[in-house]
């Protein structure tokens, strides 16, 4: 019992000291947003502003921050619907198809997708969208970002519908109940938490991507938020406070998506130990 006491206070002590560590750069990013130029490079990093400003938010704003936002949005919104309607409807046929070899590939194609990084594949999609005329279009970035989002969804959801028991399924069945009725009536509910997980999991990829925006687009009307943060860097000189600023906001709304789904994130993420 001594030493089980023992490891409990190095576990929360180790706990409280990581805690500190990711709490740290929040805190200088917020307090730095509110910070002009001048206050930056002559106060403390860590200090707080003695003359807080809102003006470095108010020149985010005006740097069309609505408009590469809805981009990030529309980008988000079509990668992450098609990834997960696609990935379960795929999960729910190779579970219930189980011993069809054709299924079977399938799945060992989605499995072989896990190991294809995005960088090895760059150049080959550049030439495909170009090819497709798409080249410097919001969907140049979907289309890409479904392909790489639905084999990890399918693999997450395959083994989360397996451990629905069968004899559900047979009841249902029974019942007279068809494929499509079982899938909507049963899989689904009991699959929301980690459909809640993949989405989630694949829309921060989405939001946070920089790759893509970069090779597939050029104009500034097609930029997302994290390509859009380059507008606050000169040639010799990069306002930071303003950067940060627009690090705050483009975060917020995952913190928010966070919130909202943070019950059924957790109960996703958990699933496989509770079983």
């Known amino acids: 019992m001594r030493k089980l006491v023992r490891l409990n206070w190095l576990g929360g002590s180790a706990g409280w000291l990581w805690l500190v560590i990711v709490m740290i750069p929040l805190y200088w990013i917020v307090v730095t947003s509110f910070k002009d130029q001048s206050a930056y490079f002559s106060q403390n990093p860590f200090a707080l502003p003695s003359a807080p ?15 590469y936002f809805v981009n990030s949005v529309i980008v988000t919104a079509g990668t992450i619907i098609p990834a997960v309607t696609i990935a ?5 046929a190779i579970v219930r198809g189980a011993g069809n070899r054709f299924l079977a590939g399938v799945n060992g194609l989605f499995l072989m997708g896990l190991a294809i ?3 090895a594949t760059i150049i080959p999609v ?5 090819r497709m005329h798409l080249y410097d279009s919001l969907l140049a970035i979907v289309l890409p970002s479904i392909a790489f989002a639905i084999p990890l969804s399918v693999l997450v959801l395959t083994n989360f519908i397996r451990d629905v028991p069968k004899e559900l399924f047979e009841s249902m069945r029974v019942d007279g109940a068809t494929e499509w009725g079982m899938l909507r009536k049963l899989a689904l509910p009991l699959t929301r938490p980690a459909l809640v997980t993949v989405a989630i999991y694949n829309g921060l990829g989405v939001w946070n991507g920089f790759l893509l925006p970069l090779i597939l687009t050029q104009s500034p009307e097609q930029r997302t938020l994290p390509l859009a943060l380059w507008t606050f860097q000169g040639q010799y000189s990069v306002n930071v406070p303003a950067v940060l600023a627009s690090v705050v906001l483009t975060t917020l709304p995952i913190v928010i998506l966070y919130a909202v789904g943070r019950r059924q994130l957790l109960s996703g993420l958990t699933a496989g130990f509770s079983r």
Do not use: C, G, K
């Open 53 to 67: 400003t809102v003006s470095n938010y108010q020149l985010v704003i005006q740097s069309d921050f609505p408009r």
């Open 88 to 92: 379960f409807l795929a999960a729910y």
């Open 117 to 119: 990084p995005l960088q």
């Open 126 to 130: 550049y030439l495909l969208i170009i």
